[in-house]
């Protein structure tokens, strides 16, 4: 298998481990919880328990009754860097017998030093009518493979083969200590023999990330040492030069290898979580081997949950049945489908959400079987980007096309509108002028079609005049209330000392009527109508997320409805002319694409944000004359120079809203860190013990768990903390009402930067 940048090289970790499951002690590691992580097959002959049953299993299953408390007292030497000598004790088989063993434990340490875990020895003394002799011949056994384990035959080169790390082993394989071999070439030091030219094994290093092979060596006493050597490119980071990790293996001695298998496990398990693409092993029956990082992030599972289990739990349907079958199919036909190739399918996350990924696969064929690698980006960034440039280019399409059609539609209508015209004058008779004025009746609707499809195509003529929105707004208030009838409760929120917007009145008006009808009709039963004007400045880099405006103070319209909301589907079309959730004859779809294409046809930009069964928020943006805004209008420029310097915690489930945010407020002067979701946020609460002052949170998330949940959990574990809410909706809801009350604030999406600093700084103070 290839070993990339950061990654992990799986096989040399199943080699060295697979030397583990060949010793005749049982060797045993686990976390300093007590939970098992390896467990090799003299252990299953021991203890009974095969590894599928103990590994991720706590180890106080095979606690005797004899011995209480004897683990605890163990894991807490090791916890202090202590390590266990060699004592007779006695465990509990699965079958209820006793084993008696000759136990070491010693500590794992990780590359700074620290310890992680323990390893153990235990060495099966027998029956106890075996012969002291015995007895005595398995304890010197014992003690070989004991030192074996604790003497690693590595070493760390530089790419010119200069050594940089020189293990105890090599120091007893070669005789050389670490002051004398440090700093040397390998090819000088052990006067090395190739099996072929060296400059080929270098190739096919830098080309695979590893190389194996047979080599000989000279020994500082003048012996001859003829070993296995395994070869691992670690190709480092941006400060980190690239370095080859060597394991040798002599020949008459294999076992040795095995003395320092945790410690190799460890320090490339550093570098298979370091990178940043998920990476994910399986073994020939699709059972996972290893879960990076990387995978747990993208995923939402901890690898214990994972490793030992089927990778088809990582799916949705039909792979999720059909992966079984794609494996047996493999082994039967060796067809080569996936192997080597990147491809776009999708994924399961533990929240049941799905999500499109790029899975590459590698095999690796072992001694003891064969491994599928699986190195998995996740796609939803780049999906909704280009799902977002599909919409654009239909509505703009879509546009062009009912333009054109209602300009040549006009036409056709001035002709009969003419005629008709000159008709009337010729008719006497009653009945035929009732016909004639149906027809004219007919030729008017279709006029008002025409320029209903000509606002949706930009195409209209406006005649466009300085307006004040908030008063525009209060003037039509009353009709409001007579048009949408009793069970409506409107409330207006209507921002003072606007700057003047350029738009034509009557097409406004219509506009904001179209908007006022739609949520009476999202609201059948009655509700709540929130009608809001304010001040909103889009900064030179905010421009893309409103659908390229240009940086500047534009007014806000923003009518509220708390009524059913829109599926996905509804709301990905909701602008598009004669589409309509109405049943026949309750409306054309024509309104809310006509208030699309008078808004940007007066240069401004539509926002729709609608959750399903918590209501709908429609905004306009409407360029305001820069000329008449008041010197007074803080700016996001002059809130940026201001310093915060608070720890703030920014939870928001769609990347792009949360990269904005995180830049928004290191621009003003704080500490970031950010959560994809509220299940997150919470882990990162728990384990960050400098704390966070104000808890920056979306309100509507996937993963099951709202802002407001979140907020409410946050309550009980910090009840100090400041909270502020954020969402699409221009009115907190119900349910995130009841925590506003202290140290908490609401900032409707979208906000700029200047009231997003105000909002912090009353928090803050």
Not at 395 to 417: C, K, P, Y
Not at 423 to 440: G, K
């Amino acid at each position: 298998m290839a070993g990339g940048a950061g990654s992990l090289d799986p096989e040399a970790t199943l080699v060295l481990a697979s030397i583990v499951q060949s010793a005749d002690a049982a060797i045993i590691s686990k976390t300093l919880d007590g939970i098992v992580t390896t467990w090799n097959p003299s252990a299953e002959r021991i203890f009974g328990y095969s590894a599928a049953e103990m590994i991720g299993r706590p180890i106080g299953v095979l606690a005797a009754p004899e011995r209480p408390g004897e683990m605890e007292r163990i894991l807490e030497r090791i916890r202090h860097g202590e390590r266990v000598e060699q004592f007779e004790t006695v465990r509990r088989r699965k079958d209820g017998g006793i084993a008696q063993i000759l136990l070491t434990v010693s500590p794992i340490h990780d590359v700074e030093g620290r310890v992680v875990g323990a390893s153990k020895i235990a060495q099966d003394l027998g029956p106890l009518k075996e012969a002291q002799a015995q007895l005595r011949a398995k304890s010197r056994q014992l003690d070989e493979v004991t030192q074996l384990l604790d003497l690693s035959p590595a070493m760390v080169c530089a790419l010119d083969g200069r050594i940089l790390l020189w293990g105890r082993g090599m120091q007893l394989l070669y005789g050389w200590d670490g002051d004398q071999a440090i700093g040397r070439f390998t090819r000088d030091l052990l006067k090395t023999e190739y099996p072929v030219p060296l400059g080929e094994i270098e190739d096919e290093l830098m080309e695979t990330g590893e190389w194996q092979g047979e080599l000989t060596h000279i020994g500082r006493d003048g012996r001859e040492v003829v070993v296995i050597s395994h070869w691992a490119l670690h190709r480092g980071g941006a400060d980190e030069a690239p370095s080859v990790l060597k394991l040798d293996w002599d020949v008459t001695e294999g076992r040795r290898a095995r003395s320092m298998a945790a410690e190799r496990e460890a320090r490339l398990r550093s570098i298979f979580d370091a990178s940043p693409t998920a990476i994910i092993t399986i073994d020939p029956k699709g059972i996972v081997q290893s879960f990076s990082h990387a995978a747990e992030r993208l995923f939402g599972y901890a690898a214990i949950e994972v490793i030992g289990r089927n990778v088809k739990m990582l799916m949705p349907e039909p792979h999720h049945s059909l992966h079984d079958g794609y494996l047996d199919r493999y082994e039967r036909t060796r067809s080569p489908r996936i192997i080597g190739i990147g491809r776009e399918v999708e994924g399961r996350k533990k929240d049941g959400s799905t999500f499109p990924m790029d899975l590459a696969v590698g095999e690796v064929g072992l001694p003891e079987g064969r491994l599928f690698t699986g190195f998995i980006r996740d796609l939803s960034a780049r999906v909704r980007l280009e799902d977002e440039l599909r919409h654009s280019q239909k509505m703009e399409a879509i546009g062009q096309l009912t333009g054109g059609v209602a300009h040549d539609f006009n036409n056709l209508l001035t002709v009969i509108s003419g005629n008709l015209e000159l008709l009337e004058r010729r008719l006497d008779r009653p009945q035929d002028r009732e016909i004639l004025s149906e027809a004219q009746e007919a030729a008017q609707l279709g006029a008002e079609l025409s320029r209903r499809l000509l606002a949706f195509g930009r195409r209209q003529a406006l005649q466009p005049k300085a307006l004040d929105i908030s008063a525009l707004v209060g003037r039509m208030i009353e009709l409001f209330r007579r048009t949408l009838g009793e069970a409506i409760t409107i409330e207006a929120r209507l921002g003072t000392e606007l700057p003047p917007v350029l738009l034509d009145p009557g097409q406004i008006e219509s506009a904001l009527l179209n908007l006022a009808v739609n949520a009476r009709d999202a609201m059948p039963q009655g509700g709540r109508l929130v009608i809001e004007t304010s001040l909103f400045e889009i900064d030179e880099t905010g421009g893309a997320a409103y659908d390229g405006l240009q940086a500047g103070h534009y007014v806000t319209l923003a009518v509220t409805d708390n009524g059913a909301g829109m599926s996905e589907e509804t709301r990905r079309r909701a602008f598009e002319p004669f589409y309509t959730t109405k049943g026949p004859g309750s409306g054309s779809g024509l309104g809310l694409s006509m208030v699309y294409g008078f808004v940007k046809q007066s240069g401004g930009h539509v926002h729709l944000y609608s959750e399903l069964g918590l209501g709908t928020t429609i905004r306009l943006y409407l360029p305001a004359q820069e000329g008449a805004l008041s010197s007074a209008a803080p700016s996001a420029a002059a809130a940026a120079g201001r310093q915060g310097g608070a720890r703030i915690l920014v939870v928001e489930d769609d990347p792009r809203v949360r990269k904005v945010s995180v830049r928004r407020l290191e621009g003003l002067g704080h500490s970031v860190v950010e959560a994809g979701n509220a299940a997150e946020a919470l882990k990162m609460l728990e384990g960050d013990r400098a704390g966070f002052d104000l808890l920056f949170t979306d309100v509507v998330m996937e993963g099951g768990m709202s802002g407001v949940d979140l907020a409410h959990e946050v309550r009980r574990r910090f009840p100090d903390m400041k909270i502020l809410f954020t969402s699409g909706f221009a009115e907190p809801s119900e349910a995130a009402s009841g925590i506003l009350a202290g140290g908490a604030d609401w900032l409707g999406k979208p906000y700029s930067l200047a009231e997003l600093d105000g909002r912090l700084r009353e928090l803050l103070g």
